[in-house]
């Protein structure tokens, strides 16, 4: 019996000294959805800015969901049906006023690498538009799991 445990405990001694030299290691990545954000800073005559958009190559910004904001409903159908049934669909960014010059926007998916940002007077007339490309970089989280994305400041001069 005590032969047994001996080479049980050998046996384990070894495993624990082996597995890691082998270099195997396992990532436990957290269950997140990590945010992208792009941050606008207007310049000039910020008095007359409304309102700021930015727009990828389909659909422009909307306004972030506030707490009495209502969120879309779900169609549940309960039998088959070959009519096509209604999707919702998210704009690309979500936008909130920091304060009177800085709009800070929140990608929905993916990195865009250009986006159009417009300031629009209160009556929506464009007051300004940019074109910009954009360089992202994650600002936390690790390289294996990804982590929090950014890309600098865009500067949109207002006449």
Known sequence: MKSDWGILGLLAALAVGVVPATGCTVVACPAIGYVRTLTVHVEG?????SDVKLCDETRCSEPGPTAGTPVPMKTVVTEFSPEPQPTVTYPPFHS????????????????????????????????AER?????WTRVGGTEQCGGPVTTPPILLPVP
């Open 45 to 49: 005559n910020i008095a007359a800015v």
């Open 96 to 127: 909130r006023r920091e304060d009177q010059d800085t709009w800070v926007f929140t990608v929905s998916s993916g990195d865009p690498a250009k986006v159009t940002v417009r300031a629009h007077a209160a009556d929506g007339r464009v007051l």
């Open 131 to 135: 074109e910009q490309e954009l360089v």
